[in-house]
């Protein structure tokens, strides 16, 4: 074979690549329309009930915390705030060092109490178990370290509701968002699982846990996060539902049946991404046995976060991310293709490997053949300048779309000055901040291919 005919076949390969990621895209934009249009039309203003019906299933949130002084007393009193008939919460300290512990004692009255429960789950040793003597449905486990998935395990074993709702610590609830998290259980007996989606807290006006006024932040990196979101769930995630395909729920909130993941073996500790490989493994397990189950997306169910405003705490998190996506898929690979799989094992498990784990490789790959092929004369430069305005006039336009939708169906930001902002991070993120994005996801990569000692790091709080 030539030097050019091997030059062509990579032109084209790179080419090929491009258009069916971007007809994916397409596709998953054009589902989240048709999920959130059918959505909205049988949506009211107000559909929250104020009465309620009776049928509301009691809920047990699980609010793991490891150094969280700065946000976690914000975020119980968000919780405690909650506008539903019946819910307990339990925090678990896993071992902070930063006197997270001491601060829940003072703040919510706590005493050590001796609470029976089975270990269903193996957990890491619970040093001790408190109840607040001025809110009876919160209880704190004191243990040792162990991680994310451990703390969550240990929450289980304690949790006395049939579903339970994992929260970060540094999140806030919007009051009916875990009424909104429950419809999909009420409504189908069959749901094992549904996520809300996560919003940006960076900006807003948040007095005693409750927010008081949603606003955009001031720092550029994250307003760049602000419109990631959108497209991570406006069109990831309400796309995929659409055919029961969703395979990541966030971590940072999360309702699931309890027995179905117990059943399971609960939250992985072989991986730096418990939250999605919990939902992969549900599909591999409940698929694989032919029983009819649902994963369901409540788009009204609102969680806001604290997001990093650094590049190396970002960068972490980037990198756990791509990290756990690639640990989760590899865990459980007999979804792949699995006969009984349906949308998830035939569409979404491959979209994953294709398009979210290669497609690092791929872009860095393309910008090096690229670069070598106009230093050696084999690329033109109007050939990159044509590629590049490509490649950016489609990034535009998939945050525009996700921008959109935000807009028609939930209207957060009001004030026109915002949604110009929105416009203008849509346009500048395809300069920089994409790219790196790309590169922290091929650190990750690296990182699992060379099983190196899998870190959470460190995440600096400004407490919003």
Same mark, same amino acid.
């Given at each position: ?7 062509? #076949?990579?032109?084209?390969?790179? +080419? ?48 793991? $915390?490891?150094?969280? =002084? ?28 930063? *006197?997270?512990?001491?601060? +829940? ?22 040093? #001790? ?9 919160? *209880? ?5 370290? %162990? ?5 969550? =395990?240990? !929450? ?18 919007? *009051? ?17 699982? #549904?996520? %809300? ?16 006024? $949603? ?34 729920? &966030? %971590? ?48 009204? $169910? ?15 998190? *980037?990198?756990?991310?791509?990290? %756990?996506?690639?640990? &989760? ?12 799989? !349906? ?21 860095? #790959? ?32 998939? &945050?525009?779309?996700? +921008? ?47 099983? &190196?000692?899998?870190?959470? !790091? ?7």
């Amino acid at each position: 074979m030539s030097n050019s005919s091997i030059v062509n #076949a990579v032109q084209y390969f790179f +080419l090929c690549y491009f258009i069916a990621i971007n007809v994916c895209y397409l596709a998953l934009s054009i589902s989240a329309f048709l999920v959130l249009n059918s959505y909205l039309k049988t949506r009211t203003i107000g559909s929250h009930p104020r009465n309620y019906l009776g049928l509301e299933p009691p809920i047990s949130i699980l609010v793991p $915390a490891y150094n969280e =002084r700065a946000v976690i007393v914000d975020s119980i009193y968000s919780l405690l705030q909650l506008d539903y008939p019946e819910y307990e919460i339990i925090v678990i300290n896993d071992g902070s060092s930063d *006197r997270t512990l001491d601060v +829940l004692i003072e703040e919510f009255s706590l005493e050590a109490f001796p609470y029976a429960y089975c270990d269903r789950l193996p957990t890491e040793a619970i040093a #001790a178990i408190y109840r607040s003597t001025i809110y009876p449905n919160l *209880r704190i486990i004191d243990k040792k370290n %162990g991680g994310k998935s451990d703390a969550l =395990r240990a !929450g289980i074993n304690l949790a006395e509701y049939p579903l339970f709702c994992g929260v970060d610590a540094d999140s806030i609830l919007q *009051r009916q968002a875990l009424w909104y998290l429950a419809q999909p259980f009420m409504e189908d007996l069959n749901t094992v699982a #549904a996520g %809300g989606i996560i919003r940006i807290a960076n900006g807003c006006r948040i007095e005693s846990g409750y927010l008081v006024q $949603a606003g955009l932040p001031k720092s550029p990196l994250a307003l760049f996060q602000v419109l990631e979101y959108f497209r991570g769930f406006l069109l990831g995630r309400l796309g995929w539902s659409a055919v029961n395909a969703m395979l990541i729920i &966030s %971590g940072a909130f999360g309702l699931f049946h309890k027995e179905t993941v117990v059943a399971v073996g609960g939250y992985e500790s072989k991986t730096i991404g418990e939250d999605m490989e919990l939902v992969v493994h549900l599909h591999h397990f409940l698929s694989q046995r032919g029983k009819p189950y649902r994963i369901a997306f409540a788009p009204e $169910a609102v969680c806001w976060t604290e997001c990093p405003e650094d590049l190396r705490t970002l960068q972490n998190q *980037r990198v756990r991310w791509q990290r %756990g996506l690639c640990e &989760s898929l590899e865990l459980n690979p007999g979804l792949l293709l699995h006969p009984k799989g !349906g949308a998830a094992a035939w569409l979404a498990f491959p979209y994953m490997f294709f398009f979210e784990v290669l497609s690092s490789i791929t872009i860095v #790959a393309g910008y090096l053949f690229v670069g070598l092929g106009i230093y050696l004369g084999f690329v033109s430069f109007q050939a990159l300048q044509v590629f590049l305005l490509i490649e950016i006039a489609f990034g535009i336009a998939i &945050s525009l779309n996700a +921008l959109f939708l935000e807009e028609i169906a939930f209207h957060v930001y009001p004030k026109f000055q915002d949604l110009l902002l929105l416009f203008l991070v849509a346009v500048l993120e395809n300069f920089g901040y994409r790219q790196l994005n790309t590169l922290w996801r091929l650190i990750g990569i690296w990182r699992w291919l060379t099983r &190196s000692q899998a870190r959470w !790091g460190r995440m600096k709080r400004k407490g919003y």
